[in-house]
Structure formats: structure tokens, C-alpha cells
């Protein structure tokens, strides 16, 4: 039963910085693909950033140069570092998992930027 629980989630003034992170149990870590992912009121969950298991990163573009996505294979745990942060970067943050069809999504946590 692979598991994944995001934590690092709260309220930041605009400017303001968060570190997600996401640990994973089950499975092995190192060849999941791993991404975050958000979902804001009103709106469809969107890619925000992506990193292989050869740590090739993918990002929303919207987002780079503020956001960077990293991996602790030891540590089994997926890291997204938010820096700069705006009011549309308010939603609920979604880890995701992912080894050919199969996925695995944890249970989410909320950001919310806002003065």
C-alpha cells in the first residue's frame, strides 16, 4: 500500500515563501515519478512541477523561476520549494505519484496567499 502525506501548508503574505513537502511509504520511491499538483475553487487540479526519477524537472510556467521541485530518494520524500509567492498561487496542494498507469495521490494541503 504506497502512501503519500503532504505537510508544510498554511497561510503567507504575498512575497512570502513555503517549503512543501510529501513523504511517501510503500512502493519504491526512486522510480516513482513524482509531480505537485493544485487545485484552486472553482478550477480543475493543474500541473504545477514534475521531477523524474533522474531528477529532470518539469514546471507550470507560470511558476518558474519562483518554484522548484526536489527529491530525497533516502529520505523517500518530494520537496516544493514556493518562493515569491501571489494571491493566484492560493489552492489546495496535491502530491502525486506515478509508475506507468498507476497513481497515487495524497490527501492534499492548503496554501493560501493572501495579505
Known amino acids: 500500500q504506497v502512501q503519500l502525506v503532504e505537510s508544510g501548508g498554511g497561510l503567507v503574505q504575498p512575497g512570502g515563501s513555503l517549503r512543501l513537502s510529501c513523504a511517501v511509504s510503500?512502493?519504491?520511491?526512486?522510480?516513482?515519478?513524482m509531480g505537485w499538483y493544485r487545485q484552486a475553487p472553482g478550477k480543475q487540479r493543474e500541473l504545477v512541477a514534475s521531477i523524474t526519477s533522474g531528477r529532470s524537472t518539469n514546471y507550470k510556467n507560470s511558476v518558474k523561476g519562483r518554484f522548484t521541485i526536489s527529491r530525497d530518494n533516502p529520505k523517500n520524500t518530494v520537496y516544493l520549494q514556493m518562493n515569491s509567492l501571489k494571491p493566484e498561487d492560493t489552492a489546495v496542494y496535491y502530491c502525486?505519484?506515478?509508475?506507468?498507469?498507476?497513481?497515487?495521490w495524497g490527501q492534499g494541503t492548503q496554501v493560501t496567499v493572501s495579505s
Open positions: 502525486n505519484a506515478a509508475i506507468g498507469i498507476t497513481t497515487y
Open positions: 510503500g512502493g519504491i520511491f526512486s522510480r516513482y515519478l
